[in-house]
């Protein structure tokens, strides 16, 4: 009887912790409105219209604005849950064992930026920033000023919002398509790309800007979603989850390295570490996956929120929060969506077909 009753204690206790740490510092989803922009269930409609989900061979049709507009519509629909279940760090990382899933996303930002080659004196554009958190580690933990862009609106407003005082004057952020940003040329020492390349179909595009931008021998980085060099193409469960991650993930035909490789070189660039999962430096240095978070949750929090039950979770409460008409119409449906993209990037990633973590670093020629 007294175990049972501590194990009611932790639970309760645990529920009201997680509400207070969500609730008091991030967006609830559905409750935010996108003034001019109309309400989620007519977003995702739009979305839906661009974005056909029943394609032959995982390919998408093309687009005249090379996924702008649907990039945009993902966005604007998708960023208040990602932001709950993921806090202002949108992306995969391994787990420190050790450490609470923020510092050990928090640790492999900053592990990936040094990689990169970042430094307290660099000049540094983040090319699709999200909410801005890990370009904002960049400055607190490495010191360089960091220009971000985003496509999204909401997300520019979410930057602001969570900026610290102390580092406003090393941080920019923009709204602009990242294929052309409107940044002068040769103005900057690093670009990187942090899992945002495969939100286009034609990567060649903003990685052409990415190199206008650069000043000569400046590098760019990416830190990308990848199918693994053995994804089999004709495996249909294989090619359920590679569509389930394209739709849910708002992504456009995931590729495999060596495709990757060649868009960096019809940008102009030269490939100078590549081939690389991040996720095997990780197992090195003793981080367990990022497939954790994923699924049974790595800390308290993430069981709470990223992982499946927790994203089940939120799924039910918005599901009971929209039907009562608390939140927008369309916010269910939504989170249906990003669940189904969990679930088929965890099994991708257990099945060692796909992982987020892939690493290539290109530099710009001194001629260039």
């Not at 219209?49 to 966005?75: I, M, W």
């Not at 610290?164 to 040769?186: C, F, R, W």
């Not at 990848?226 to 993930?249: C, V």
């Not at 996956?289 to 979770?313: I, K, N």
């Given at each position: 009887m007294a175990s049972r009753f501590a194990v009611g204690v932790t639970v309760f206790v645990g529920v009201i912790a997680a509400g207070v740490f969500y609730v008091g510092s991030r967006t609830i989803p559905g409750t935010k409105s996108h003034e001019g922009r109309g309400?989620?269930?007519?977003?995702?409609?739009?979305?839906?219209?661009?974005?056909?989900?029943?394609?032959?061979?995982?390919?998408?049709?093309?687009?005249?604005?090379?996924?702008?507009?649907?990039?945009?519509?993902?966005?604007t629909v998708t960023t208040d849950f990602m932001?709950?279940?993921?806090?202002?760090?949108?992306?995969?990382?391994?787990?420190?064992?050790?450490?609470?899933?923020k510092n050990s996303m928090r640790d492999w930002e900053t592990f990936f930026g040094k990689r990169v080659g970042l430094t307290k004196d660099s000049k540094v554009a983040d090319l699709g920033m999200g909410i801005g958190g890990p370009m904002r580690r960049m400055v607190e933990r490495i010191g360089c000023t960091v220009?971000?862009?985003t496509i999204c609106k909401h997300q520019?407003?979410?930057?602001?919002?969570?900026?610290?005082?102390?580092?406003?004057?090393?941080?920019?952020?923009?709204?602009?398509?990242?294929?052309?940003?409107?940044?002068?040329?040769?103005s900057f020492d690093y670009v990187y790309f942090m899992e945002s390349l495969s939100h286009c179909e034609n990567r060649e595009h903003p990685l052409a800007e990415a190199y206008r931008i650069l000043k000569p021998g400046g590098k760019v980085?990416?830190?990308?979603?990848?199918?693994?060099?053995?994804?089999?193409?004709?495996?249909?469960?294989?090619?359920?989850?590679?569509?389930?991650?394209?739709?849910?993930?708002?992504?456009?035909?995931?590729?495999?390295?060596?495709?990757?490789?060649?868009?960096?070189?019809?940008?102009?660039?030269?490939?100078i570490d590549e081939s690389v999962d991040m996720q095997d430096l990780a197992?090195?240095?003793?981080?367990?996956?990022?497939?954790?978070?994923?699924?049974?949750?790595?800390?308290?929090?993430?069981?709470?929120?990223?992982?499946?039950?927790?994203?089940?979770?939120?799924?039910?409460?918005?599901?009971?929060?929209?039907?009562?008409?608390?939140?927008e119409e369309g916010t269910y449906k939504i989170s249906k969506m990003m669940e189904h993209c969990g679930l088929s990037?965890?099994?991708?990633?257990?099945?060692?077909?796909?992982?987020?973590?892939?690493?290539?670093?290109?530099?710009?020629?001194l001629d260039g």
């Open positions: 309400d989620r269930r007519e977003l995702l409609e739009t979305y839906d219209t661009h974005y056909v989900t029943e394609y032959g061979a995982g390919d998408h049709p093309s687009s005249p604005s090379n996924n702008a507009d649907e990039t945009e519509h993902y966005f932001e709950w279940g993921w806090g202002d760090a949108i992306h995969m990382a391994p787990m420190h064992p050790e450490k609470s899933f220009t971000g862009v520019i407003e979410r930057a602001h919002a969570l900026t610290p005082p102390e580092i406003e004057d090393k941080v920019t952020y923009i709204q602009s398509d990242y294929s052309n940003t409107g940044l002068p040329a040769n980085g990416a830190w990308q979603w990848m199918l693994q060099p053995h994804f089999d193409y004709g495996n249909e469960t294989q090619m359920e989850w590679k569509r389930g991650m394209e739709y849910g993930g708002g992504l456009r035909n995931l590729n495999k390295p060596a495709e990757r490789a060649k868009e960096f070189e019809i940008a102009g660039f030269k490939v197992d090195e240095l003793g981080w367990t996956t990022w497939v954790t978070p994923l699924t049974s949750g790595h800390d308290m929090f993430t069981r709470f929120a990223s992982s499946h039950w927790g994203r089940q979770l939120t799924s039910a409460f918005v599901g009971s929060m929209e039907y009562m008409g608390f939140i990037t965890a099994l991708a990633g257990e099945a060692g077909v796909f992982t987020p973590l892939w690493l290539t670093i290109a530099t710009k020629p």
